[in-house]
């Protein structure tokens, strides 16, 4: 029997195994686009477990198994079991008995680990407090769209040292590009993460500095789900963080930028860089539909 493959973090794919989903998401945007029917996951089932809100990752991921032929189910632990108290081990064993893949959505990273220990099909992590690699695919394919292959290339983080900001720091890695990141002292990212990325990944404090001559600017929230109490803490921190016009001038020609949404504007974002020509959001956005539905297929297929 087939090993159950598990999506936790980009680390649990090969760079291969990576590209090859990079580039299916290219083609199933065109067939979605054509309005070519590509019905490959037929009769399938996801599971989707929210423990915290979400608009593109949901319906990404429900639009997704509809296009590919299959279904998602919706499960709130406000519905659920889950809810009230029945143990994430047993979850995972009735539920995989009974789909073919589950996506989840949580707070602990561990508790997607716990779950796809007792899973018997493919587990994949919608988010949690350490990590959103699914984003990463769609911002992946977003820029290589728009600019060729992202081996190579130059990208800055700007803003707080969080799930997002792994995920950059593992994609830097499996996908060969320099990453800078700078952000207030006291919200740096996980050390040992950013250690093990070894020199390709750098830390700094001053914005410009980390964005001078880069190809890529990325940035997100400030205050992330579950850190609602430290708003107010959080915005002055990061105030010298906002992405602007004027730090988008340090970079290189032609870069592009990206945000993986909801944008707070007139905080982490200008509103005038939001909307302005180098900005690829909206494209980055509907990617998670296309990059997911490569993902599915591989995991699920
Ligand atoms: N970027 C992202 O994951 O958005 P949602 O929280 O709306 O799913
Ligand atoms: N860092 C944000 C990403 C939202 C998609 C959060 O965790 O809330």
């Not at 945007?29 to 929210?50: C, D, I, S, W």
């Not at 593109?56 to 406000?78: I, K, Y």
């Not at 016009?245 to 990206?258: D, E, I, V, W």
């Amino acid at each position: 029997m087939r090993e159950t493959r598990h999506f936790l973090t980009l680390l649990d794919l090969t760079p291969n195994e990576l590209a090859g989903i990079i580039e299916r998401a290219h083609e199933l945007k065109r067939l979605q686009r054509a309005g070519e029917p590509h019905p490959t996951l037929a009769g399938k089932v996801l599971g989707m477990v929210f423990e915290k809100s979400s608009t593109r990752t949901r319906v990404s991921f429900e639009a997704g198994m509809a296009q590919l032929g299959g279904t998602a189910l919706f499960l709130s632990p406000r519905d659920t079991q889950l809810g009230r108290g029945e143990p994430i081990e047993d979850t995972a064993r009735v539920l995989s008995r009974m789909v073919d893949g589950i996506m989840i959505r949580t707070f602990e990273h561990e508790k997607v680990e716990r779950f796809a220990r007792h899973s018997l099909v493919p587990v994949i992590n919608g988010l949690t407090d350490l990590v959103h690699p699914c984003q990463l695919l769609a911002d992946v394919q977003t820029f290589t769209e728009h600019r060729g292959p992202i081996a190579g290339a130059t990208v800055a983080w700007v803003g707080d040292g969080n799930n997002m900001c792994h995920s950059y720091i593992n994609a830097a890695r499996q996908f060969d590009f320099r990453l800078r990141i700078a952000c207030p002292e006291g919200y740096d990212p996980d050390p040992d993460i950013l250690a093990a990325a070894g020199d390709r990944c750098t830390l700094v404090r001053d914005p410009v500095v980390a964005v001078e001559g880069t190809d890529l600017v990325v940035t997100d929230t400030w205050v992330s789900m579950g850190q609602e109490e430290e708003k107010k803490r959080r915005e002055t921190a990061f105030a010298p963080y906002k992405v602007t016009r004027a730090l988008m001038s340090h970079a290189a020609p032609g870069a592009l930028f990206m945000h993986c949404l909801p944008a707070y504007r007139g905080m982490e974002v200008d509103a005038e860089l939001l909307d302005a020509p180098e900005s690829v959001v909206w494209e980055e956005a509907e990617n998670r539909l296309h990059a997911q539905k490569a993902l599915l297929e591989f995991l699920l297929g």
